[in-house]
Every structure is written in structure tokens, then in C-alpha cells.
């Protein structure tokens, strides 16, 4: 069984209204393929291009609805909110689960009440930028290096209270700092690698991994190619050396997986949908011991999921 806490399918969905949760040739993430590839618990991420002729929260509440009527209502996919679910995700006719998270909160426009509607709705998940920065925070593409705005501040203490999951993925360094002060709960980087081993800017560096692993949070390493190797034709072998350091921090325990699936133009290669995580499996057992493999794919990020839900 696998967990892939990143995918952007219903962004493609959002884009495309015709798109159906079955659409193999345009879509990387189906229903089928996560059966395929014994995905258990999919997390989906709500993210509103800016090219859109629409960016407001409006787009947000379609995503949510896309969410509802293209995936829940016609598969059967359950709806993770709490450790209640979560543990129903893992009987046979439960699978896989899904947990619905929110990339970058700019259509949120600094006002609770927003976040507090997606919660209701069955938002657990969130990160506060994309690449940019927004009312919030900055996100790492944001030239200035700001950390979070006291709207920022404010919205994180609310997310607190609410006890939704935080995503440093995307985040600034001053902002992943900051966040690591004012969050009271395990972060996570959901779609990230190791700097140490590819030097792109939305990698972590050691000091972050470290404060992630000591703060009981997770990395979800990433599948976007050019942040596995800066060479031209990643490899699923390449993603071995992430996992090698990432260990030697002393983070065995804190590695899973997040795809980006249907977040990125080119996949490295035998690693194209879900469906092929069956690849990443066999590779993953010639080179580490059961016990981490399955940690790897799965154990790890379901105990951090049974920590950080709430109850019910
Ligand atoms: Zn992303």
C-alpha cells in the first residue's frame, strides 16, 4: 500500500470542466490507477492557476465541488477528515481514502470565516503560498526572501485551533522559519527533495529537513524531475540518493511520497501515473530493507496522519 500526500488533478479538473476522474490520456491521476498502484490515501490539492480568467474563492468552492461530484460521489473513494476515517481507509472497500488540502490561501484574502468554510467542508490540509507571495506569506520564488505578513500570523493561529495540517512545501525560507515558530502542530513538506542532492530552490536544505524530522513532521519527496537530478532524464533510481541523506539525518521514520502528479509536464521516466507505483515498489526493495520500504511508502505517513487528524 502507498500514501501520496501531493497530487494536482483537480487543478487539471478546474481548468478542463470536462474532465472525468477516468480520463487516462489526459489525466495522470484516475480512479483506476490509484487502484492499479495500491494507492490507500490520495491527498488532493486545490490550487487555482493564475492564468484562469477566475482566481477568487469562488474557484476554491468549484475545486471543492469538482471534488464532491467527479471523485466522491462516482468512485468509491472515502473521504478522510478525522483518525476515524482514516482508519476505515484502510479496510478493502474503503480504498483508497483522500484528504483534501488547499495550495496557496490568496482566494482566501486574509478572511477566517473562508477558512473556516472549507473546514466544514472537509479541508485538513494546507499550504499558505505557491511559488509567489500573497497577503499571507511569501513563497519561495519571491525575490525579497519575506516571511508571513500579521494577516499571516493571525491565520495561522486559526489554523491551530482548527488543528489543520500545515505544508511547508512552497514556503520562503524566512517564511518556513517563521512557520516553524507559530505552528503548534508536526509540519509537512508534502512535494519536496533534498537540496543537499539537487540544488533547486524549492528542495530543502539540511537545517529544514533537520527541523522537520525534530519536530515530528513528514517529507513527502517529490517525483517533479528537476528536483530529483539537474541532470536531463530523471530516474526512479535517482530519487535514492533524497532518501540516502534524508536517512543520514536521521530521518528514516519522516520520508513518504508526494507526486505532483498532474502538477508536472515531464515525469521521470517509469514513473508517469499512479498506476506505476508498483515501479517505484520493486525499485525500493532491491535497494532497502522491507521494513523501510514499507515506512517509505506508507508507514510513516499514515502515523503522522494518525497524529496530526483530529478525533472525529
Ligand atoms: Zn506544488
Given at each position: 500500500m502507498v500514501i501520496d500526500c501531493h497530487c494536482d488533478v483537480l487543478g487539471k479538473m478546474l481548468t478542463d470542466g470536462n474532465l472525468h476522474f477516468q480520463d487516462n490520456t489526459r489525466l495522470d491521476v484516475t480512479y483506476d490507477r490509484l487502484v492499479d498502484g495500491g494507492v490507500a490515501?490520495?491527498?488532493f490539492a486545490?490550487?487555482?492557476?493564475?492564468?484562469l480568467p477566475h482566481t477568487g474563492f469562488d474557484e476554491v468552492l468549484r475545486s471543492v465541488d469538482l471534488f464532491r461530484t467527479r471523485i466522491l460521489d462516482k468512485h468509491p473513494v472515502s473521504f478522510i477528515r478525522n483518525k476515524a476515517d482514516l482508519k476505515k481507509s484502510t479496510l478493502p472497500d474503503q480504498f483508497p481514502g483522500a484528504i483534501l488540502h488547499l495550495e496557496g490561501v490568496d482566494a482566501l484574502e486574509g478572511h477566517l470565516y473562508r477558512l473556516r468554510i472549507l473546514h466544514s467542508l472537509g479541508l485538513r490540509s494546507l499550504g499558505l503560498t505557491w511559488n509567489h507571495g500573497n497577503w499571507a506569506a511569501d513563497g519561495v520564488s519571491e525575490p525579497r526572501n519575506g516571511g508571513l505578513s500579521l494577516k499571516g500570523r493571525q491565520f495561522i493561529e486559526e489554523c491551530n485551533?482548527?488543528?489543520?495540517?500545515l505544508d511547508v512545501s512552497h514556503l520562503?525560507?524566512?517564511?518556513?522559519?517563521?512557520?516553524?515558530e507559530l505552528a503548534e502542530h508536526p509540519l509537512i513538506a508534502s512535494h519536496s527533495?533534498?537540496?543537499a542532492i539537487c540544488n533547486h530552490p524549492r528542495n530543502l536544505n539540511d537545517a529544514q529537513i533537520q527541523s522537520i524530522i525534530a519536530g515530528d513532521g513528514q517529507i513527502g519527496l517529490t517525483f517533479v524531475p528537476w528536483f530529483v537530478t539537474t541532470g536531463s532524464d530523471a530516474r526512479i533510481h535517482q530519487l535514492f540518493p533524497h532518501i540516502d541523506h534524508i536517512c543520514s539525518l536521521g530521518g528514516e521514520n519522516h520520508i513518504g511520497f508526494g507526486s505532483d502528479f498532474d502538477g508536472i509536464s515531464k515525469h521521470i521516466k517509469g514513473l508517469e501515473h499512479p498506476g506505476q507505483?508498483?515501479?517505484l515498489t520493486n525499485e525500493l526493495q532491491k535497494h532497502y530493507p522491507e521494513k523501510l520500504v514499507q515506512g517509505f511508502l506508507y508507514d510513516n505517513m499514515f502515523r503522522y496522519?494518525?497524529?496530526?487528524l483530529p478525533d472525529l
Open positions: 490515501i490520495q491527498t486545490i490550487w487555482i492557476a493564475e492564468h485551533r482548527l488543528a489543520l495540517i520562503s525560507e524566512a517564511s518556513f522559519w517563521e512557520l516553524t527533495n533534498a537540496y507505483f508498483t515501479e496522519y494518525e497524529k496530526v
